[in-house]
């Protein structure tokens, strides 16, 4: 009992005197006795290696970006001519040609616009599945050229493809005769794409295959719809001079096409990415999968007025036949493959301003341009006139589309 008592006692002291006993059995103040009196060393939080190399950016769990998106669809650039005869000329050949040799105001494809945003987050804080989304929307407004064999600007070998209303005698029919016939009226022909609308949706998983100190690489998969909408219209306006067509006779013919293309299904790829210090490299090449579906709107109508206000009118367009008034539609499967790249640099930890192009190939695709061949069915050139007949177009006339872009942007990772 006063062995208990005296350890009691002895701690006592020591809690409030500040004395301890030494190994000699004296009493002494606890700064005196070395073992008692060691400092531990302190250990810095954060070494100024670590803050010379923040963390990399895909450490962040949340990220959204806006791109400004530049476009092209390649096949109304580099279409070939040498395997279409005359006979078979469509409007895309006969634009392509004219912009080549000719000097015309507004041509088609010069307005345009595009935009993209995307976004996505990790499931874990390991990065090692996460999901993304990305809307793409690309724009050409409405672009006009004019044929006029006034201003020379109908290319020779078209000559006698493009094509204008004429009639012959008050209560005949309309007749179609080429545009370039000489001191018998004036007139022109307007090609003009209205719209043309392009958009793409995308909605990924991804996951983790390797990851290196430097680089990883993830697996992509997930649905992706596409849709690709146009307009393209053809109006000839006529006025008569030569007596065979009855002078002062005012002839207007209108041809309007719409197309619309729908892509649904799967999408797969991988993303590569390599960081260099601030700066990094994503390489993405992805396949998709897709269920297309395609309808062309076809309609046409042709008017002549008299100079006593007499009108004739004629369910048909210069270029569209009657029977090919209306809409028809196809549907089939189809693989499109697709390469991204993009450069970017990090500014702090939630900012990475980027670069990139991209390229998708569409083995088929309906466009509006497509959907009308240039010339005269025999039986509607006038009387005395010889033209180039058109091959006749019932089903959606598809090919295929290369688009390219390259887009500048920003992200934001939280």
Same mark, same amino acid.
């Given at each position: 009992?006063n062995? /208990?008592?005296?350890?009691?006692?002895?701690?006592?002291?020591?809690?409030?005197?500040?004395?301890?006993?030494?190994?000699d059995?004296t009493?002494?103040?606890?700064e005196s006795i070395p073992s008692?009196?060691?400092?531990?060393?302190e250990?810095?939080l954060?070494t100024?290696?670590?803050m010379?190399?923040?963390?990399?950016?895909?450490?962040e769990n949340?990220w959204? /970006?806006?791109?400004a998106?530049a476009?092209?669809?390649?096949p109304t650039k580099?279409?070939g001519l040498?395997?279409?005869?005359?006979?078979n000329t469509?409007s895309e050949q006969l634009?392509?040609?004219?912009?080549?040799? =000719?000097?015309?105001?507004?041509?088609?494809?010069?307005?345009?616009?595009?935009?993209k945003?995307?976004?996505?987050?990790?499931?874990?804080?390991e990065?090692t599945?996460?999901?993304?989304?990305?809307?793409? /929307?690309l724009?050409?407004?409405a672009?006009t050229l004019?044929?006029?064999?006034?201003?020379?600007?109908?290319?020779?070998?078209?000559?006698?493809l493009?094509?204008?209303?004429?009639?012959?005698g008050?209560?005949?029919?309309i007749?179609y005769?080429?545009i370039?016939?000489?001191g018998a009226f004036?007139?022109?022909?307007?090609?003009?794409?209205?719209?043309r609308?392009h958009q793409?949706?995308?909605?990924?998983?991804?996951?983790?295959i390797?990851e290196?100190?430097?680089?990883?690489?993830?697996?992509?998969f997930?649905?992706?719809?596409i849709?690709?909408?146009d307009?393209?219209?053809?109006?000839s306006?006529?006025?008569t001079?030569?007596d065979?067509?009855?002078?002062?006779t005012?002839?207007?013919?209108?041809?309007?096409?719409?197309t619309?293309?729908t &892509?649904?299904?799967?999408i797969l790829?991988i993303?590569?990415?390599?960081?260099?210090?601030?700066? /990094?490299?994503?390489?993405?090449?992805?396949v998709?999968?897709l269920?297309?579906?395609?309808?062309?709107?076809?309609?046409g109508?042709?008017?002549a007025?008299?100079?006593?206000g007499?009108?004739? =009118?004629?369910?048909e367009?210069?270029?569209?036949l009657?029977?090919e008034?209306?809409?028809t539609?196809k549907?089939?499967?189809t693989?499109?493959?697709?390469?991204?790249?993009q450069i970017?640099?990090?500014?702090?930890?939630?900012?990475?301003?980027?670069?990139?192009?991209?390229?998708?190939?569409?083995?088929?695709m309906a466009m509006s341009?497509n959907?009308l061949?240039?010339?005269?069915?025999?039986?509607r050139?006038a009387?005395?006139?010889?033209?180039?007949?058109p091959?006749?177009i019932?089903?959606?006339?598809?090919?295929?589309?290369?688009?390219?872009?390259?887009s500048?942007?920003i992200?934001f990772? &939280?």
């Open positions: 009992m062995l /208990r008592w005296n350890a009691v006692y002895v701690f006592a002291l020591f809690m409030t005197t500040g004395v301890a006993v030494a190994q059995n009493w002494r103040p606890i008692l009196n060691q400092k531990v060393e250990v810095p954060l100024e290696e670590w010379e190399c923040p963390p990399q950016l895909h450490n949340f959204i /970006r806006g791109e998106v476009f092209m669809f390649l580099i279409l040498a395997g279409s005869s005359e006979s469509n634009l392509t040609k004219a912009k080549s040799l =000719f000097s015309l105001y507004d041509p088609i494809g010069s307005n345009r616009s595009g935009y945003i995307s976004g996505g987050w990790w499931a874990d804080q990065k599945v996460g999901l993304e989304f990305s809307y793409t /929307r724009d050409v407004g672009n004019i044929f006029n064999p006034n201003n020379g600007s109908i290319p020779l070998e078209f000559s006698r493009i094509s204008v209303p004429v009639t012959i008050r209560f005949s029919r007749f005769v080429p370039t016939i000489k004036t007139a022109n022909s307007e090609f003009t794409i209205v719209e609308n793409d949706f995308q909605a990924m998983g991804r996951m983790l390797y290196t100190e430097d680089s990883r690489m993830d697996a992509l997930g649905y992706r719809r849709t690709h909408d307009q393209f219209q053809i109006r306006t006529v006025s001079i030569f065979r067509f009855i002078p002062g005012e002839l207007r013919s209108t041809d309007d096409v719409a619309q293309n &892509y649904d299904g799967a790829g993303n590569w990415e390599r960081h260099f210090g601030p700066w /990094r490299i994503d390489f993405r090449p992805k998709s999968v269920y297309w579906q395609r309808s062309v709107t076809r309609d109508s042709t008017t007025t008299f100079t006593d007499f009108r004739l =009118f004629s369910r367009g210069t270029y569209t009657n029977s008034i209306g809409t539609q549907s089939s499967w693989v499109v493959p697709e390469i991204d790249f970017s640099r990090s500014f702090g930890e939630n900012i990475r301003v980027f670069a990139g192009l991209s390229g998708a190939y569409f083995p088929e341009i959907q061949s240039l010339g005269i069915s025999p039986d050139v009387p005395g006139e010889t033209a180039d007949a091959s006749a019932t089903n959606p006339v598809s090919k295929p589309i290369l688009l390219s872009t390259a500048l942007g992200e990772r &939280y």
